[in-house]
């Protein structure tokens, strides 16, 4: 089990890397995922693995949308997705 960094405090650790403030943002710590996972913490694997998880998370928002209403509908207040790279936050 890791130790939670010192810039996710108050935040609730639901997985390696993976933090949850709980007002619907999970914020991501690539480089704990990235060890967590046995992989380098580069800043190449880094980004390759934030780009999966917005590549997924689109992909889900995608599907919420579809499945609340066949209108338009703003996923975007259902959940937010933050990426930390190198535990600095980066905005949407």
Request: aromatic letters at 8%.
């Amino acid at each position: 089990m890791s130790i939670q960094p010192d810039w996710a405090a108050g935040l609730t650790s639901i997985g390696p890397g993976v933090y949850a403030d709980g007002k619907g943002a999970l914020h991501l710590d690539t480089e704990e995922m990235c060890k967590a996972a046995g992989y380098p913490p580069t800043a190449e694997n880094q980004e390759m693995l934030a780009q999966v998880v917005r590549e997924y998370w689109e992909m889900l928002r995608a599907e919420l949308r579809e499945a609340i209403s066949p209108g338009p509908v703003d996923a975007t207040a259902a959940a937010v997705f933050q990426y930390e790279p190198a535990c600095k936050a980066r905005p949407n």
